[in-house]
Every structure is written in C-alpha cells, then in structure tokens.
C-alpha cells in the first residue's frame, strides 16, 4: 500500500513550539470550518423552508416584492384544499402499501439469498452469485420496455402486485446480507444443528436476530427508494385510486400548477414520512447509505 | 464439501436421509430459489427480451417485426437521438465533476471535531431524505422567475434569470440540483473512508511536524483511494440514468435542451409507442453503463493486490 512511505515522506518542518501560535491556527481553522458547514447547512435547508413557508403563504403574498420569508397571514387552508382537491388519503395508503411490500419482501428474500451464499457450500454457488451481483448493472432505464410488456402479459397493469413484486429483491440487498452473515461464526450455526434445531430454526432464531443492524439499515434504504419510486408507477399505473403519492404530486403540478401554496402543501405531506424515518431511525439511514459504497 | 458439490437439489429432496450435507446444500438452494426466480423473471428475461425487441419495430398493437439493424442505423443519424447523447454527456460530466471535490471537502470537515456535530450532520444530509418528486417540484417553483433564486441573486444585482424557460439554462439548472442532492450522499461514504484511516498515520505525521494539508495530501487522499474511485464510478452511473426530474420539471425542453438519454427512452416507448426503437437506444444506454462497471470491477480487483 506505501502507507508508511507516505507518512515518511512528509516533509520535515521545523517543530512548531509556540502553544500560542497552535492556538490561534486551531482557532482559527475552527471558525473557517464552522462557517462552511454552516454554509452548507443553508444550501441543504432552504429548499426544505421554503417549501414549507409557501405551503403557508396565501397564494396572494406567493411572489411578492420584497420576498416574504415569514408567511403573513399564516394560510392553512392550502393543506385542507390540497387534500381534499384529490384522493390523498388513498395515494398515501397505495404508497404505504407498495413500500411496506417492497421492505419485507427485500428482507425476507435478501437475508434468505445473503445466508444461503455465506453458510452453505454447493454446486453453482460462485456463480449465482456473481448472476445476482450482476442484476445491479441492469437498471430499470435499460430494461423498462420489456418489464412494461411482462407486467402487461401477466395482466399486472393497474395492480399492487405490479408496483410490488417486480422489486421484492434485488442485487445489493442480496451483496449486504450476505457480507453481514459473513462475519456470523458456524460454530454457532453447528451447535444448533447438533442440538438439533431445524434448518429454518436456525435461520429464524439465530441468523435473522445477529443480522439485526443490517436488516434495519437495508429495511430503511430499501423503504425509502420504494417510497421515492416515480417512473415505474408512471408507466404501468393510469387508474386514479391506485396513483402513489410522488405520481400524485407530479399530476397534482400539471394539472394545478399555479396553486402553488397547495403543491408545496401536498409537497410537504409527501416529504413526512421520509423524515419520520429519518429523525426515528437516522443511525439505520447513514449505514444504508454508507453500505451503497461497499466493496468486497 | 465433496458429498454437497455432488448433490442434486431433486435427488437431495428426495434422500434427505442420505446426509447432512446433502440436506444442508438442499436448503442452500431452497432458500435462494426465491431470489432467483424474482431476478429472473423480472430483470434477465427483460434485459433479453430489450435485446431481441431493439431488432424489430413494435408498436403494442401489431405484432412485432424483425427489422435487422434499422433501429440502430436510424439512430446514428437521427439528430434528436444524438442531441439526447450529448446533453446526457453534458449532464454526467458537469454534475458530477462538482461532486467529487465537495462531498471530499464536507467529509473531511465532519471528519474533526465541531459544535453540534450530529445535528449539523443530520441537516446537511437532508437533501438526501427529500423524495425525488417533491424535489423536482420545490426546485421549479424555487426557479420561478419572480422566484427565490433570483431574489437572492438579485441582492447581488444579478438580473433575473429564466431558469427553466431558457434553453440556454434549464440544463443548468437541471445539473444544479443533481449537485445537491448527490453531495450529502457521497459525503456519507466519504465519511466512512475517512473514518477507516487509523489515527496513529495523523499522530505520526503530527509529530514530524506536518501541517493538516500536508496530512491531507499524503495521508488522506492515497489512503482514500479506493473510496474516491468508488464515488467517481458511482456518482457517473447515478448521473446516466437521471430522468425523473427533468421530466417533472421540463419534460425534456425547452428546445430538447433537457431532454437527458433515459428520459428520451421513456418518450420513445410510452409516448411514442416505437418500443424497438426505444429499445435499441437503451442499448447505448446499457453499454455505458456496462463500461463503467467494468471500470469499476477493474480497479476493485488492482486495489486487492
């Protein structure tokens, strides 16, 4: 690797002796940081305040000069009439529906592949790895035609099951649980065996409670992708009542697109749930982004 | 192992009593049946199927018709299809360039010690929490022309800009958003880079009286290898497939000006109805992508060594 040639090579400058002087540079490093953080902290967060301060501004007060940053009068009606202008409650509880199926069907089947690759010798093994790895290089863009001609000849169109069950698994869940189960030791795995426990006993009862922080960082990745899902249901959902809620926005904004105290209240209703999962299980969040970037 | 490599799944179901490597290699393969049967269906028997279907032209409602290369040689020479190319070359290059440096920078600034540093943390990744829709829908209404972004560049004494109206600017802006919303993600990754480096290094380098760029140059940046070409590799891919959000927010105007690769495979299929010519385009698409997980696999495999 040439580690330690690197931290050899650094150049030899004389030893700072003054404390005061590494103080000061310290201190000053400090404000700097603070200040750039702080700036991206802004940059991240305004789209958020502004979304909500419009979702309570009167559509009256919406592009005044000068720009109104603190609504006035507070206007809550946009969020009954946004609700109301549409079925929402029923786009929300499609979107619960085909996310929540999404999740467990991941879980399920990730852990199950993940545990069958890691703890179980046999012919093939190497691989079928290496074919469900590989799922990762055909996204959806690539094979969305076909997928659409499938889900139409097994006349899913308009369906749950069509939202759900084209994506119950896929590769990196698969790549996640199998590096987790990894690191489980067999002995554990035998000594059930030896006393006796069922095969689906051991996965049940050992396996899946030692693969806890792994389950929980792929389940939050894995809801939050499915609760973003935009093109899919664009292209196989055109019944009303089985709309999710992000194809209920982007129709809300072309069909109301100048409301928009309601379009940002509609906008911050859709962002809720994202946030109820990130400020509960914010931990699980960063980890299931973190594992994107893994490797072997 | 010799008795499990030997073992059929049938014939292991049907002597299970035979031994307990039989057995086990049997629930092997039970329990990843699911997972294969899903991907089988629904992602090898597709990408076959876009590769058969990219030879012929099909419309949904007549039968499909094998054309050899037409689709392919119509392409080459269609400006619309070429102008897609390059703003999705366009797109890549410049929203991910950005990237790089700036999630490496956040990263390494969470990376020392600061006041609240969860909290600040947590703020700077919710771009990564905001649903793609609600993004692309904020950030038109934001680019209103009487909009937020030009007041604030008004106090600079910038005049307005017509973001999405312009063909001049709309790609830009379209880039602008992919930048933040792919900065905290990377900064995350990043981060965890960072933090795998061992302290002694910095420690060591401290007491031969390097200062922090020269730690940074010398000890971060080689030993981050392997995560920044992972983040480059990624952030490319990401940025090839980008479509839902200039679709909601220009549908690929004004001018074609945003009118990216998949989001003209998608028209071409669900607006069009030209399901091989659609086709045939994502093959370009599947190429690129296939180049760059290569490229990836390639420099994963020389970082093993």
């Not at chain 1, 209240?265 to 980890?287: D, E």
């Not at chain 2, 909290?119 to 904020?138: D, E, G, H, N, T």
């Not at chain 2, 690929?252 to 045939?280: C, H, K, N, W």
Request: aromatic share 14%; hydrophobic share 55%.
């Amino acid at each position: 690797m040439g580690n330690a040639g690197a931290v050899a090579a650094t150049p030899r400058t004389p030893k700072r002796t003054a404390a005061f002087a590494l103080w000061t540079t310290r201190r000053r490093g400090g404000i700097l940081a603070h200040g750039l953080v702080l700036a991206a902290v802004l940059i991240s967060l305004l789209p958020y305040y502004w979304m909500v301060s419009s979702s309570l501004k009167t559509i009256a007060n919406m592009f005044v000069i000068p720009i109104q940053w603190i609504p006035d009068p507070v206007n809550w009606r946009s969020y009954i009439l946004a609700w109301n202008a549409q079925d929402f409650g029923r786009y929300f509880l499609n979107s619960g529906v085909v996310a929540v199926g999404i999740t467990l069907g991941n879980l399920l089947l990730a852990s199950l592949a993940g545990y069958s690759l890691a703890k179980f010798r046999y012919l093939g093994r190497g691989v079928l790895f290496i074919l469900i790895l590989s799922t990762m290089m055909l996204p959806l863009e690539v094979t969305m035609v076909p997928l659409f001609l499938i889900i139409k000849r097994l006349d899913w169109v308009n369906s749950y099951q069509g939202l759900i069950v084209p994506f119950l698994v896929d590769g990196f869940g698969v790549f996640l649980m199998r590096q987790y189960i990894l690191a489980i030791p067999k002995d554990l795995i035998d000594s059930a065996r030896i006393d006796g426990a069922s095969e689906f006993r051991i996965y049940w009862q050992i396996v899946l409670p030692l693969c806890r922080p792994a389950l929980v960082a792929l389940g939050v990745f894995t809801f939050r992708e499915a609760w973003d899902m935009y093109i899919w249901p664009l292209i196989i959902i055109s019944k009303d009542s089985l709309r999710t809620v992000p194809l209920a926005i982007s129709l809300f904004m072309s069909s109301y697109g100048t409301a928009w105290d309601q379009l940002m209240a509609i906008a911050t209703l859709g962002t809720i749930p994202m946030i109820l999962l990130f400020f509960f299980l914010q931990r699980a969040f960063i980890q299931g982004v973190a594992a994107t970037g893994l490797k072997e | 192992m010799s008795s499990a490599v030997r073992a059929e799944p049938l014939t292991a179901r049907r002597r299970l009593h035979i031994g307990l490597g039989v057995k086990q290699a049997a629930f092997g393969y039970a329990i990843l049946f699911p997972t294969l049967a899903v991907l089988a269906v629904f992602r090898f028997v597709p990408m076959l199927q876009a590769f058969v279907i990219s030879f012929t032209k099909y419309d949904l409602i007549h039968p499909p018709q094998f054309v050899g290369f037409a689709n392919f040689v119509d392409l080459v020479r269609d400006p619309l299809f070429l102008n897609s190319m390059r703003v999705s070359l366009t797109y890549v290059v410049f929203s991910v360039l950005p990237v790089w440096p700036l999630s490496l920078a956040l990263a390494v600034l969470f990376n020392r010690s600061l006041l609240v540093k969860n909290l600040l943390r947590s703020a700077v990744f919710m771009p990564v929490v905001m649903p793609a829709v609600v993004m692309a829908v904020v950030w038109t209404f934001m680019y209103h022309q009487d909009g937020v972004i030009n007041t604030v560049l008004g106090w600079a004494g910038i005049d307005p800009v017509p973001w999405l109206r312009s063909s001049s600017t709309a790609l830009w802006a379209v880039i602008l958003i992919g930048i933040w919303r792919a900065t905290p993600y990377y900064m995350v990754i990043f981060l965890a880079g960072l933090q795998a480096i061992p302290a002694q290094y910095y420690e060591a380098a401290e007491i031969d009286g390097a200062g922090k760029w020269t730690s940074f140059w010398y000890i971060t940046l080689p030993l981050l290898r392997p995560t920044t070409l992972l983040v480059m590799v990624m952030t490319v891919i990401v940025a090839m497939k980008v479509f839902a959000v200039p679709l909601i927010m220009t549908g690929g105007g004004p001018a074609d000006s945003t009118r990216v690769l998949p989001l003209f495979i998608y028209q071409t299929a669900f607006e069009f109805f030209d399901m091989g010519r659609a086709a045939a385009m994502s093959m370009f698409l599947f190429a690129a992508v296939i180049l760059f997980t290569v490229a990836q696999i390639r420099i994963f495999t020389r970082g093993e060594d």
